[in-house]
């Protein structure tokens, strides 16, 4: 069953008069018959556009959705700036923005879905900071570093950090050198006593349901990302995923423990394939041969399967709570190019 992306950072789209153009307002491609497509946000929304890099990527964790499956919270590019809004997961009803800072970067729900946990930009620095997903300004800084995430119980935030300078974000934008991931790190807080712990290189940890154990991305030294499994107890580390020439991140563990879902590279015949939110004057440049797409692997490593093949970028996959459906950022189905939130569903 047939079921990432070099990308750099571009100040203007590149065009010339004999590239293929290709149509952005596809929805779908023939390669991925049998799943069903459902637009959540639309153009006009200013969905932020993920951010690549040659080495490593950057995509983080820009979309999550509500423990009870109704919400969705993405990062949206207004007035200069970068915050979390909340939506209905259906089509219909405005989004409502729910933080007020600079460059909110990454944003993820707490089990219990009273909380968000976001990482933004300031200071030359990410930090990692709490707030309620229902209302007030109320925010509490716990830690520099990106990419937060829950345990199950709510009580650990486990977030990367970069030695040296945690700005992640920071490096991106306001540098032209490419990400170099490898002195990437992955720690906890611990929301009981404040203690701070250090585990193992990578980034985007992911913790698995009522286990003290996390999934993560790291590079290896090719430049290429892999999906690797920690015990934070015992200390025993195990590759899941890695492949000459793919570039696998962003994994996101399904509800019942059995699936990873996450971004990888896939060939593409489409050229100039380019866009994003422009006014945030960042655009992923796709070269002839690259684009992103979503893929989903069991936890053992095995079944790797394409789910797909839009000749635009996918990426930034999570789950529904049921496992039934994965929530993405794609630019298909926009005239230019933008990305917008939708939703597939998923049956292997």
Request: glycine letters at 8%; proline letters at 3%; charged letters at 20%.
């Amino acid at each position: 069953m047939k079921r990432l992306i070099f990308a750099v950072l571009f100040i203007a789209l590149a065009s010339t008069a004999s590239a293929k153009k290709f149509k952005w307002t596809m929805i779908n491609v023939p390669e991925e018959g049998g799943i069903s497509f459902v637009q959540i946000t639309r153009d006009g929304s200013d969905v932020s556009s993920p951010v690549f890099s040659l080495s490593g990527w950057y995509t983080g964790r820009m979309l999550d959705v509500s423990p009870d499956g109704e919400k969705i919270i993405y990062i949206d590019y207004k007035n200069k700036t970068r915050n979390v809004y909340v939506k209905s997961t259906s089509s219909a009803g405005a989004a409502v923005q729910r933080t007020f800072r600079a460059g909110v970067n990454s944003a993820c729900f707490s089990p219990d879905g009273k909380e968000i946990v976001f990482s933004e930009a300031r200071d030359g620095k990410d930090i990692v900071n709490i707030t309620s997903a229902e209302g007030g300004n109320l925010l509490h800084q716990i830690a520099e570093g990106a990419n937060p995430s829950y345990s199950s119980d709510g009580q650990t935030v486990f977030f990367s950090r970069y030695e040296g300078n945690s700005g992640i974000f920071n490096k991106i934008f306001n540098s032209k050198k490419t990400l170099n991931a490898t002195n990437c790190s992955i720690w906890s807080y611990n929301r009981n006593n404040g203690l701070l712990t250090n585990y193992s290189t990578g980034d985007n940890p992911q913790p698995l349901k009522n286990r003290n154990s996390f999934i993560c991305e790291r590079i290896n030294e090719k430049g290429y990302g892999e999906i690797w499994l920690v015990d934070c107890e015992g200390g025993s580390e195990s590759l899941i995923l890695s492949m000459p020439g793919k570039n696998f991140t962003t994994p996101s563990v399904s509800p019942d423990g059995k699936w990873i879902v996450l971004v990888a590279n896939s060939s593409s015949n489409a050229k100039n394939v380019s866009g994003g939110n422009k006014k945030e004057k960042v655009f992923s440049f796709v070269d002839t041969k690259q684009n992103t797409d979503i893929y989903v692997v069991r936890t053992d490593g095995s079944q790797l399967t394409q789910l797909t093949y839009h000749k635009g970028n996918d990426c930034s996959p999570t789950w529904s709570p049921d496992g039934k459906y994965i929530y993405f950022l794609s630019q298909r189905g926009s005239k230019q190019g933008n990305y917008n939130v939708w939703r597939m569903n998923f049956s292997l």
